[in-house]
């Protein structure tokens, strides 16, 4: 069995460089799944549907679900990355 890899990846945003874009409501195309990967700092995931609130930190990625509306909030200095995939991720 092939090994699921990310098709496209993110540059590295800091808190500086996060799009404003991310830090808005918005939500990834049909058949597409994020992981947000926090390599310093902190970073706090919202999902909107259905409403809940996650940490995230280098020990603990952010799942974005196919079309799941969410947005993110950098919580001081922090850098992170969003891999996607095209089908669901390892640990998912």
Avoid: C, N
Wanted: net charge negative; charged share 15%; no cysteine.
């Amino acid at each position: 069995m092939a090994e699921v890899r990310p098709y496209r990846s993110t540059p590295v945003f800091d808190q500086d460089t996060l799009p404003a874009a991310l830090r808005a409501r918005h939500t990834t195309k049909a058949g597409v799944w994020g992981v947000i990967r926090v390599i310093e700092g902190q970073l706090q995931l919202t999902w909107l549907d259905p409403p809940s609130v996650l940490l995230l930190d280098a020990l603990t990625p952010g799942l974005i679900l196919p079309q799941q509306p969410h947005f993110v909030t950098p919580l001081g200095a922090m850098k992170m990355q969003i891999d996607f995939y095209d089908q669901p991720p390892p640990g998912s």
